[in-house]
């Protein structure tokens, strides 16, 4: 016999558990299933910014140009993995079609106000008694070593202007009062104000709790095999048993074309690995994060560790290790930053960024699964995007009009 049960979201990241604490906040007790812990996905390790001014989506009309050298350069901050695969190619495809500054400002607009919907909602959270996630609102310091580079940052200043954003140029001096180890020879940097950080693993977990405290049963261990409708239902065979939902969300992020799959949804996401080291944070590093500009190196100081992230390969479900792609955010950090002292590593992580072609989410019903509710696609973004995405899918689930015009991230685009 099939358990019964009226929602069941399946992935225990920041998407899916910020989608069960909003439904227990309307009274709706969802399950969650997540094969392995809370927060063992990409959501774990990441850079843990919420970034509203810096919404360009990686499709954009320069990286034609760069394409090429994407495929060529295993060493450079993206690295596409030559392999045979007819959903590699189909997403390329359409990539390819996201190219084009329409498509570009688009998406910057769509992205800037998810974000800003989601830093609301961060500021109410980390005002709940006993949710600490080391939430900071001082920006972020983009550091350039071109004048290259600072021309194209220029670029991005002008388009978030016409979204009402704000950045401050920083000639190199200014640069080295504020980080002290930069190089000499850097070209200066940007402050985005309005960006904030937090520590992604401790804000995760404490949802969990809060979720879990407010209703929800979170089950752990727990693999969905195979989901399948049976009549007006929804089947999920699990490794610990089948369960029968009048609902279910999928947020399982870069694993989410299969189980979108066996209902006949075509989900457009490819894993995108990228890393991460932890190490302790050195006592005079500033409090805000760093952006590497041309390496594409973050580092956020996140209490009393320091992170440096990085680069994005498509190849696939692999999550092996490149040391040589771990090394080149480490150089990077060296040659922008000689003055840090290098201290004990913490943690070296990789982690799947679930991207689609166009860099925008996947949130919303399918026409052709109406009981399905998908929650995935969040590229570089799901951080950041994780909370209002929840809130979203609560509404989509309580029947409530959503807050935002779910049209652009509708399942049924691609
Ligand atoms: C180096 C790096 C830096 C990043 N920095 C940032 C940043 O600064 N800001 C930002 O916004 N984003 C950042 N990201 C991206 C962000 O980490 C992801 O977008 C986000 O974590 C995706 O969340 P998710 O909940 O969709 O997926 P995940 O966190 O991967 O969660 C999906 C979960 O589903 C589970 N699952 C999968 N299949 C099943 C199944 N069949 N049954 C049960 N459970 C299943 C998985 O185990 C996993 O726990 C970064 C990513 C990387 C790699």
Known sequence: MAERADVVVIGGGVVGVSAAHALAERGIRAQLLERGEICSGCSHGNAGWVFPSHAL????????????????????????RPRASLSLARWLWSFLGACNRAAERRAFALRRELSLASLVRYRELAELPGLEFDFEQRGILLVCRSRAELAEAEREIGILREFGGEARRLDANELRERVPACAEDLAGGVHFSADAHLTPQRFVHGLASEAQRLGVRLRTGTEVLRLERSGARLRLATTRGEIEAEQVVVATGAWSPELAGQLGLRVPVEGAKGYSVTRERPTDFPEQPLLLAEAKVAITPMGRTLRFGGTLELAGRDLGVSWRRLRAILRAVSEYLPGL??????????????????????IGRSRRQPGVVLATGHGMNGL??????GQLVAQLVAGEPTSLDLGPFSPDRF
């Not at 990286?63 to 690295?79: F, H, M």
């Not at 002292?341 to 996947?362: H, K, Q, S, V, Y």
């Not at 950041?384 to 995405?389: E, K, N, R, V, W």
């Open 341 to 362: 002292p290098e201290t004990p590593t913490l943690e070296i992580w990789r982690g799947l960024r679930p991207l689609t072609p166009d860099d925008l989410p996947i």
């Open 57 to 80: 989506p990686i499709p954009g009309p320069g990286v034609l140009r760069q394409a090429l050298g994407w495929l060529l350069d295993p060493d450079g901050p993206l690295y596409i």
């Open 384 to 389: 950041a995007q994780g909370p209002i995405t």
